[in-house]
C-alpha cells in the first residue's frame, strides 16, 4: 500500500484526507451524502492510482450506512476505526487537545499507514447474511422497545391502577399479554373495569385469542378487578385513563414490531446454509441463532481462531499484569448484543444439554458465581460453534462435552 484514505463521515458531507506512505497530504476534500459526493470520492481515488486489482483502503469510523455499502461494492478493503481508537490517536497530531473534521481524517487515514495490522477489515458477509443482521438487530431493538414501553405503562398503571397488574400478573408478560392489552383497552379505568360482565370478559378472552378455560378466566378476572382498591379522584382517574391508551397505543406497536421483525429474521435465516448446524445447538432456536449469526457473519476468514471470537463476544475473560499484582478480570470491551444472546442461549444451554449443565455445576462448586459459570459455559458453547462452522460440522454432544458422555456411559452400564 502506499496511498492510504481516510473518511470523516457526517449526516450530510464528508470529509476525506488522503496520504502516502510518509504520511504527506496528497489531497483533501468536502464531498456530500449524495451520488454526486460519492463520483468525488471515487474520482478522487482513481486520479490517485486507485485500480480494481489495486483498490486504495478506506479508514472510517462507522461500519454500516449508504456511504459504507456503496464503498464495500467496489471490494476495496475497508476498516471501521472504534471513535475512541481514533481519539487516542489524535493526540499523536496535536496535543493541544484541537479538533476538525479535515484533522479527524487525516488521523484516520495515518491510523491505515501505521497500525493496519492492528485493525481489521469490514468481514466480506454475504448479501443474506447481511440482510439477516439487519433483520435481527432490528428485532432485538424492537425488543428493547417493547420492554420500556411496558415499562412506562406498569409504572403509570401503578399510580391508579395496582388491581389490574395484580389481575394480569400471574402472567410472565404482564402488560405485554395479548389478553392484559385488550382488558386494558376495553377498560382503562379501575371503574371501568369493575363494571365489565362475565359475558363481557368472556368476548374479550375470545378476541385476545384465549381457546380454553374462558369461564375461569373470566370469573377470576371479575373477581380480581372488583376487589377492593385505593382510588384517585373521578376526574383525575379519566385523565390517567386517557393516557393509558396513548400509552397502550405504543406498547401495541412495539409488540407489533417485534412479532413481525421475529417472523422476518427467522425466515430469512433459515434460507442461509449455517442455520442448520447453529440451530443444531442446544439452547438455540431459529431467533436466538438468528441473533448469534447476525454479529459473526458468514466471513468464515473474520476469526482467526476460536479466541478471537470469544474475545469478540466478551466471554473470555482479560488479564491484567503490572508488577506482582495480577488480576483475571471479565471482558468489558466486546459485541453487546453477542455478549446479550450469549447469556441466554447458555441459560437454555442448560435445559437441552446434560453435559452443559454438568459444565455450570462444575464450575459453580469451583467457586464461580452464577454469571462467571454461565458466561464460561458460552465461551464452551463459542469454541465449538466456531469449529462446527469452520469445519461444516454439526453438534455432537459427545464431542463438545467428552466427560460427561463418558459418566452417562458409566451409568447405563
Request: glycine share 6%; net charge neutral; with cysteine.
Amino acid at each position: 500500500m502506499s496511498v492510504f484514505c481516510g473518511i470523516d463521515w457526517a449526516s450530510d458531507h464528508h470529509d476525506v484526507v488522503l496520504v502516502d506512505n510518509t504520511g504527506s497530504v496528497l489531497d483533501k476534500a468536502r464531498v456530500d451524502d449524495n451520488s454526486d459526493g460519492l463520483a468525488q470520492l471515487l474520482h478522487m481515488l482513481a486520479q490517485h492510482g486507485d485500480t480494481a486489482e489495486d483498490p486504495i483502503p478506506v479508514a472510517i469510523e462507522i461500519s454500516r450506512g449508504l456511504l459504507v455499502a456503496c464503498l464495500r461494492a467496489t471490494d476495496r478493503p475497508i476498516y471501521a476505526i472504534n471513535p475512541m481508537a481514533a481519539a487516542r490517536y489524535r493526540d499523536r497530531h496535536s496535543v493541544s487537545r484541537k479538533k476538525s473534521d479535515h484533522l479527524d481524517a487525516m488521523v484516520l487515514a495515518n491510523i491505515l499507514r501505521t497500525d493496519a495490522v492492528a485493525h481489521r477489515e469490514l468481514p466480506a458477509d454475504s448479501e443474506l447474511a447481511q440482510a439477516i443482521a439487519v433483520l435481527a438487530r432490528a428485532q432485538q431493538d424492537a425488543v428493547w422497545d417493547r420492554t420500556q414501553a411496558a415499562n412506562k405503562l406498569s409504572s403509570h398503571l401503578r399510580e391508579y391502577f395496582p388491581g389490574f397488574l395484580a389481575a394480569v400478573g400471574v402472567r410472565r408478560e404482564g402488560v405485554c399479554h395479548p389478553i392484559a392489552r385488550v382488558l386494558l383497552a376495553a377498560a382503562p379505568t379501575p371503574g371501568q373495569a369493575a363494571r365489565l360482565t362475565r359475558a363481557q370478559l368472556r368476548s374479550l378472552l375470545k378476541k385476545a385469542g384465549r381457546r380454553n378455560t374462558i369461564d375461569a378466566e373470566a370469573e377470576r378476572l371479575q373477581t380480581a378487578l372488583r376487589a377492593s382498591q385505593i382510588r384517585q379522584l373521578p376526574l383525575v382517574e379519566e385523565a390517567m385513563g386517557r393516557q393509558t391508551l396513548a400509552l397502550l397505543r405504543q406498547l401495541d406497536a412495539a409488540c407489533t414490531s417485534a412479532d413481525d421483525l421475529a417472523d422476518a429474521a427467522m425466515e430469512s435465516f433459515e434460507k442461509h446454509p449455517d442455520a442448520e448446524i447453529i440451530t443444531g445447538f442446544p439452547g438455540l432456536s431459529a431467533l436466538s441463532g438468528a441473533r448469534v449469526f447476525a454479529e459473526i457473519g458468514d466471513d468464515r476468514s473474520r476469526f482467526a481462531d476460536a479466541k478471537s471470537l470469544k474475545a469478540y463476544a466478551g466471554s473470555a475473560p482479560i488479564t491484567r499484569a503490572s508488577g506482582k499484582s495480577v488480576a483475571v478480570l471479565a471482558r468489558r470491551v466486546k459485541n453487546q448484543r453477542l455478549a446479550g444472546v450469549g447469556y441466554v442461549w447458555a441459560f437454555a444451554a442448560m435445559a437441552h444439554s446434560d453435559g452443559a449443565r454438568a459444565h455450570y455445576d462444575r464450575r459453580r462448586e469451583a467457586g464461580d458465581r452464577h454469571t462467571a459459570a454461565q458466561r464460561n459455559l458460552f465461551n464452551r458453547m463459542l469454541g465449538c460453534l466456531h469449529h462446527c462452522l469452520t469445519h461444516r460440522v454439526h453438534y455432537s454432544e459427545a464431542v463438545a462435552f467428552p466427560a460427561s458422555s463418558e459418566t452417562q456411559h458409566d451409568e447405563a452400564a
